[in-house]
């Protein structure tokens, strides 16, 4: 194999490994949005605040880095029930204008929120996991085990909406929301456990990203807009799109930095959304209705 | 068993039905028949709480449907298979049924009440793993009262069973309804099939623009010209 090869090969493992992050963001927002009908616009930045969690737990507080991670989940998971109990529920009956301007309203307090208790000064764990280098690739051990949390989060959600009567009210309520009653679902408890659990994802997804990114008031905007991107392509509510979506936006941005800039991966990525934003309106994994 | 009183209800300043008193007694099976927008759905969704009424009462066995949450309904043993059916089209068949028997009280007999409903529509056990939007109206159909089935109702809510179906399949549909009131099972039926759903209940009543018109036994309403004008003079 060539040089160019290990390079490419390196790049498609490391956009693999990025699209199981991208997955888990984006299954978040769609389990929400699905059950919920409202887009939680301030998703990323509950990650951020769950970043922040990690820095002080785990560097400030030095508390042991699996404490820190399930106290993290827990607490961005408490977050989602705020959010919803505060700001969503009350609007449920109203504009879905309304609730996005809401959640953008949230989005932007949580930001000034965190520039004045935090700073803006870029924090890290101050954690340097070591790179593998295997059969002549470098892949780093964050994104390994990055991927490979998100990959089990996922497969519990998975067991969870397949396995269990929660998880099948979740999967119903997305599909008839007003027949719940007649089911015996009461809809504001479905709610309220989708909430917690797209909080959770979050929580996770932030342990996850402050192993890779420094964390300041702004790094939202860094996964904010491609998570929504990602969901939007596989269809808005539609968890299997979305999963696929993430991989093959991971490995447009892998495969467009690696022959041009890492920057030029994302204009590549968004351009690839709009193209077929024109192609495909409702998204890659569209259902008949 | 379901006693309404005086029950008004509507959307918003539209007003469906106005001061309906009616009442289902254990084990009878009692049809509502009417002209479209006659308000036969509306009931249905009032009794299931689906929609709260403005005015009146509705008991269940004595217990008040007003003061009970519309999500536990159900577990008084009112199970309403709603107009058009309102299956979950993407899910499996079996997952269709897993919902309907959703309340804490059903969920130790799923695969009990699961033979049951499988016994009475051996169809539902062949599809059991196909998503229920793809099959036939008619399956759907024996899906939608499956679901119902699964709470183990005592009152089984039908609204509008037979509409979209082929005759053959309305045919199969009313054999199958004789033998869920062979079950034991009281079913009240809102339908504008007049002459099937009359050889299967013991009463109904005549709903039109809101009223009950007319009430008596099957037979009496079969020979009425009250039903002939309640259709003719729409």
Same mark, same amino acid.
């Given at each position: 194999?060539?040089v160019f090869?290990?390079?490419?090969?390196?790049?498609?493992?490391?956009?693999?490994l990025?699209?199981?992050?991208?997955?888990?963001?984006s299954?978040?927002?769609?389990?929400?949005?699905?059950?919920?009908?409202?887009?939680?616009?301030?998703?990323a930045?509950?990650?951020?605040?769950?970043m922040y969690?990690?820095?002080?737990?785990?560097?400030?507080?030095?508390?042991?880095?699996?404490?820190a991670?399930?106290a993290?989940?827990?607490?961005?998971?408490?977050?989602?029930?705020?959010?919803?109990?505060?700001?969503?529920?009350?609007?449920?009956g109203?504009?879905?204008?309304?609730?996005?301007?809401?959640?953008?309203?949230?989005?932007?307090?949580?930001q000034?929120?965190?520039?004045?208790?935090?700073?803006?000064?870029f924090?890290?764990?101050?954690?340097r996991?070591?790179?593998?280098?295997?059969?002549?690739?470098?892949?780093?051990?964050?994104?390994?085990?990055?991927?490979?949390?998100?990959?089990?989060?996922?497969?519990?959600?998975?067991?969870?909406?397949?396995?269990?009567?929660?998880?099948?009210a979740?999967?119903?309520?997305?599909?008839?929301?007003?027949?719940m009653?007649?089911?015996?679902?009461?809809?504001r408890?479905?709610?309220l456990?989708?909430?917690g659990?797209g909080?959770?994802?979050?929580?996770?997804?932030?342990?996850?990203l402050?192993?890779?990114?420094?964390?300041?008031?702004?790094?939202g905007?860094?996964?904010?807009?491609?998570?929504f991107?990602?969901?939007?392509?596989?269809?808005?509510?539609?968890?299997?799109?979305?999963?696929?979506?993430a991989?093959?936006?991971?490995?447009?941005?892998?495969?467009?930095g690696?022959?041009?800039d890492?920057?030029?991966?994302?204009?590549?990525?968004?351009?690839?959304?709009?193209?077929?934003?024109?192609?495909r309106?409702?998204?890659?994994?569209?259902?008949?209705? | 068993?379901?006693?309404?009183t005086?029950?008004?209800?509507?959307?918003?300043?539209?007003?469906?039905?106005?001061?309906?008193?009616?009442?289902?007694?254990?084990?009878?099976a009692?049809?509502?028949?009417g002209?479209?927008?006659?308000?036969?759905?509306?009931?249905m969704?009032?009794?299931?709480?689906?929609?709260?009424?403005t005015?009146?009462?509705?008991?269940?066995?004595?217990?008040?449907?007003?003061?009970?949450?519309?999500?536990?309904?159900?577990?008084?043993?009112?199970?309403?298979?709603?107009?058009?059916?309102r299956?979950?089209?993407?899910?499996?068949?079996e997952?269709?049924?897993?919902?309907?028997?959703?309340?804490?009280?059903?969920?130790?007999?799923f695969? *009990?009440?699961?033979?049951? =409903?499988? #016994?009475?529509f051996?169809? !539902?056990?062949?599809?059991?793993?196909?998503? /229920? +939007? %793809?099959?036939?109206?008619?399956?759907?159909?024996m899906?939608?009262?499956?679901?119902?089935l699964?709470?183990?109702?005592?009152?089984?809510?039908?609204?509008?069973?037979?509409?979209?179906l082929?005759?053959?399949?309305?045919?199969q549909l009313?054999?199958?309804?004789?033998?869920?009131?062979?079950?034991?099972?009281?079913?009240?039926i809102?339908?504008?099939?007049? *002459?099937q759903?009359?050889? =299967?209940? #013991?009463?109904?009543?005549? !709903?039109?623009?809101?009223?009950?018109?007319? /009430? +008596? %036994?099957?037979?009496e309403?079969?020979?009425?010209?009250?039903?002939?004008e309640?259709?003719?003079?729409?």
């Amino acid at each position: 194999m060539g040089v160019f090869d290990i390079y490419l090969l390196e790049t498609l493992i490391n956009g693999v490994l990025l699209g199981g992050v991208l997955a888990l963001l984006s299954l978040g927002l769609n389990l929400v949005f699905g059950v919920i009908d409202v887009v939680w616009i301030c998703y990323a930045e509950l990650i951020m605040l769950g970043m922040y969690g990690m820095y002080f737990l785990y560097t400030v507080y030095h508390a042991p880095i699996v404490v820190a991670a399930v106290a993290c989940i827990v607490l961005v998971g408490i977050l989602g029930l705020a959010l919803h109990t505060l700001v969503i529920a009350p609007l449920l009956g109203a504009a879905p204008i309304n609730q996005l301007l809401a959640t953008g309203g949230v989005l932007f307090f949580l930001q000034s929120a965190a520039t004045v208790l935090f700073g803006i000064e870029f924090k890290n764990l101050g954690l340097r996991l070591p790179v593998l280098k295997v059969a002549g690739m470098f892949v780093s051990y964050s994104r390994l085990l990055a991927f490979g949390a998100a990959l089990i989060a996922m497969v519990l959600v998975y067991l969870l909406l397949t396995r269990t009567y929660t998880g099948a009210a979740i999967r119903a309520i997305a599909q008839d929301r007003q027949i719940m009653p007649l089911m015996g679902v009461d809809t504001r408890r479905i709610y309220l456990i989708t909430s917690g659990l797209g909080g959770a994802l979050a929580g996770l997804a932030a342990c996850l990203l402050v192993l890779q990114y420094d964390v300041h008031p702004f790094v939202g905007l860094t996964f904010g807009p491609i998570t929504f991107l990602i969901c939007v392509l596989g269809s808005l509510g539609n968890f299997g799109g979305g999963f696929v979506a993430a991989f093959v936006f991971a490995e447009i941005i892998s495969v467009g930095g690696l022959y041009l800039d890492l920057e030029w991966g994302y204009v590549f990525a968004f351009a690839f959304f709009i193209v077929m934003m024109f192609v495909r309106p409702e998204g890659l994994m569209a259902r008949r209705s | 068993m379901l006693e309404l009183t005086a029950v008004r209800a509507g959307y918003g300043t539209f007003q469906a039905l106005f001061d309906v008193s009616l009442d289902v007694r254990a084990g009878e099976a009692v049809g509502v028949i009417g002209p479209n927008g006659a308000g036969k759905t509306t009931l249905m969704r009032v009794i299931s709480g689906l929609i709260r009424p403005t005015a009146g009462a509705l008991t269940m066995e004595g217990v008040d449907l007003l003061a009970t949450p519309p999500h536990r309904i159900v577990e008084l043993g009112i199970a309403h298979v709603p107009e058009s059916r309102r299956l979950f089209p993407r899910m499996t068949v079996e997952d269709n049924l897993r919902m309907g028997g959703f309340m804490l009280a059903a969920r130790p007999k799923f695969r *009990q009440r699961l033979d049951v =409903v499988y #016994e009475l529509f051996p169809r !539902l056990r062949e599809r059991r793993r196909q998503l /229920a +939007g %793809s099959m036939s109206g008619g399956e759907q159909q024996m899906c939608a009262i499956g679901r119902a089935l699964m709470s183990e109702p005592k009152l089984l809510l039908l609204d509008e069973p037979s509409a979209g179906l082929a005759p053959i399949v309305v045919d199969q549909l009313f054999e199958l309804l004789r033998r869920i009131r062979a079950g034991g099972v009281t079913v009240l039926i809102v339908e504008q099939n007049v *002459q099937q759903v009359l050889r =299967v209940v #013991e009463r109904a009543y005549v !709903l039109k623009a809101g009223s009950i018109r007319a /009430a +008596g %036994s099957a037979a009496e309403l079969s020979d009425s010209a009250t039903i002939r004008e309640a259709y003719l003079g729409v």
